[in-house]
């Protein structure tokens, strides 16, 4: 038997088996300076996980109006949006290239913004709803501490 043989084949089979893989799954997460790690997205891809997070902030704005105005009908409006029905948007191509983490706390926000909907029409507690928001809040903060998205050419 050839030792050699083997061996070089085995280290082309592994080759193969890792060019096949990055090319299926092109995720690109690179450490930053600042300590992040740089989700690496194209242009369009970033846009569209951008303008997600401008309505995260837009329904934590009006979640905490509505509180204050004792208006639950509108806190579980603007929770709704932001619930998982709103992840349908997202391309399975982009979803690829987020790590199982940040898709991890991605998905979390997305069903307890659906819990304070849920909640915000059968108990219309605003005090409640404060909590949860504040529970949900942890997932922006954490989320935020660990990731950025970094925009590079298309490959
Ligand atoms: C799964 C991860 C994750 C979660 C959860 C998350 N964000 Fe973000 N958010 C990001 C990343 C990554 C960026 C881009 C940061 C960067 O590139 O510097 C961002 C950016 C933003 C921005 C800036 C948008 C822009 O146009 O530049 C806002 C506002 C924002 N997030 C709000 C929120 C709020 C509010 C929540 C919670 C309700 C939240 N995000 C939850 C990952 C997350």
């Known amino acids: 038997m050839c030792k050699l043989c083997w061996t070089s084949l085995t280290a082309a089979i592994l080759v193969i088996a890792f060019v096949g893989y990055k090319i299926m799954y092109p995720t690109a997460i690179t450490p930053s300076a600042d300590g992040r790690m740089a989700i690496e997205l194209t242009a369009g891809e970033?846009?569209?996980?951008?303008?997600e997070m401008r309505d995260f902030l837009i329904s934590v704005q009006t979640i905490t109006e509505a509180v204050t105005t004792e208006d639950m009908a509108m806190a579980a409006k603007a929770a709704r949006k932001v619930g998982t029905a709103a992840q349908g948007a997202v391309p399975l191509s982009l979803v690829s290239k987020l790590p199982n983490e940040f898709k991890k706390?991605?998905?979390?926000?997305?069903?307890?913004?659906?819990?304070?909907?849920?909640?915000?029409?059968?108990?219309g507690d605003g005090s409640q709803a404060l909590k949860q928001l504040s529970t949900i809040m942890r997932n922006c903060i954490s989320c935020h501490a660990g990731y950025k998205l970094v925009a590079v050419p298309e490959k």
């Open 46 to 51: 970033r846009d569209l996980v951008l303008t």
């Open 105 to 123: 706390l991605g998905f979390d926000t997305h069903q307890q913004f659906d819990q304070i909907g849920l909640d915000a029409e059968q108990l």
